[in-house]
């Protein structure tokens, strides 16, 4: 299996929406469409996707969304995770703003959790959202809504937990028992190598947050010389 390659340099966001505002890279777009029912296909052993490729599952065989990819083409979907992109930076533990290797440091790597968060809350918890790098902290912080009131922590170890993602069940039709269609159920947490997994659709990679320590990042930024 090749490493992608990160697509931006320098630490830079990817796109800066009309010129001013930096759009994180995991952030979907209003162009890009998940299509992933189309071709979906309910297997005995699990999901399968018609005509399915190597890159719609992941290290651990478990099946993923599928988008029509139109990067930057209509507006950034502010409060939207693109699945793949998600995936990529959680694999890879690449900021979720620049795409570029996440800060680590003995602490371990940089995240970020939605406040008010106790050490209690974070400690062995599944997290969705991918580390970052220390410039983009503060541009995480001032543009994800559930960010703003946010506390920094960095973990030592950050395994692999499972996904969040939707159950696909088969369904009857009531008024034509013959009709068989997917029902694709609201998006909750599992854990790989769990029986559901197979016939569970994956949308964000989760790790688990294990030896967490709470940081000060204002405080970080200013030992950088960065500003918050």
């Known amino acids: 299996m090749t490493t992608p390659v990160p697509p931006t340099a320098y630490r830079r966001p990817l796109v800066e929406w009309r010129g001013r505002r930096p759009v994180p890279y995991i952030t979907a777009w209003s162009g890009e469409v998940d299509v992933s029912i189309?071709?979906?296909?309910?297997?005995?052993?699990?999901?399968?996707?018609?005509?399915?490729?190597?890159?719609?599952?992941d290290q651990r065989g478990g099946l993923w969304e599928r988008w029509v990819d139109d990067y930057g083409t209509g507006e950034p979907a502010?409060?939207?995770?693109h699945s793949e992109r998600q995936r990529t930076c959680m694999e890879q533990m690449w900021c979720q703003v620049c795409a570029r290797p996440a800060s680590r440091t003995h602490k371990g790597y940089l995240f970020l959790a939605g406040g008010p968060a106790t050490l209690g809350d974070m400690e062995g918890t599944p997290n969705g959202q991918p580390p970052l790098c220390l410039e983009c902290a503060p541009t995480a912080r001032k543009l994800c809504p559930h960010l703003r009131e946010s506390v920094a922590f960095r973990a030592r170890k950050a395994?692999?937990?499972?996904?969040?993602?939707?159950?696909?069940?088969?369904?009857?039709?009531?008024l034509n028992p013959e009709a068989v269609r997917l029902r694709r159920s609201v998006p909750e947490f599992v854990k790989?190598?769990?029986?559901?997994r197979?016939?569970?659709?994956g949308s964000q990679l989760l790790r688990e947050m294990r030896r967490v320590t709470v940081v000060d990042l204002d405080a970080e930024l200013a030992a950088a010389g960065l500003t918050a």
């Open 78 to 81: 502010w409060r939207n995770v």
């Open 198 to 201: 197979p016939f569970v659709l």
């Open 38 to 57: 189309n071709d979906l296909r309910y297997g005995a052993r699990g999901l399968i996707y018609a005509n399915e490729l190597p890159s719609d599952r």
């Open 192 to 196: 790989d190598g769990s029986r559901e």
């Open 159 to 174: 395994p692999v937990w499972g996904v969040l993602g939707s159950l696909i069940a088969l369904e009857r039709s009531r």
